[in-house]
């Protein structure tokens, strides 16, 4: 089994800052990309940030310059460090993962369970 867990959300001021963190764990054998998708009330799902197996990192516009995606491949772990947060980034973040599992030829998406950041004075 794999699964992803989110943790690191919290209440914060505009212009603050909140690091988030998603552990992937279980029968892994490759971890192709990683990333953070959020959602607002009212809103689709988006992609915020993603980081390959490569190292390669892409980012939404609206964060580009203050959120940073990183990776630790060896505790599988992938991090939002979000700086200069604005009260337009409130959502429910949630951890995204493409693995390949032990046992399975094919890779899969994985979803945390979401952890909820909300920016308010």
């Known amino acids: 089994q794999v699964q992803l867990v989110e943790s690191g959300g919290g209440l914060v001021q505009p212009g603050g800052s909140l690091r988030l963190s998603c552990a992937a764990s279980g029968s892994i054998s490759r971890i192709y990309a990683m990333g953070w998708y959020r959602q607002a009330p009212g809103n689709q799902r988006e992609l915020v940030a993603s980081i390959s197996s490569s190292d390669s990192t892409s980012y939404a516009d609206s964060v580009k310059g203050r959120f940073t995606i990183a990776r630790d491949n060896a505790k599988n772990t992938v991090y939002l460090q979000m700086s200069s947060l604005k009260p337009e980034d409130t959502a429910v973040y949630y951890c995204?993962?493409?693995?390949?599992?032990?046992?399975?030829?094919?890779?899969?998406?994985?979803w945390g369970q979401g952890t909820q950041v909300t920016v308010s004075s």
């Open positions: 995204h993962a493409l693995i390949r599992a032990l046992g399975v030829t094919a890779a899969n998406t994985y």
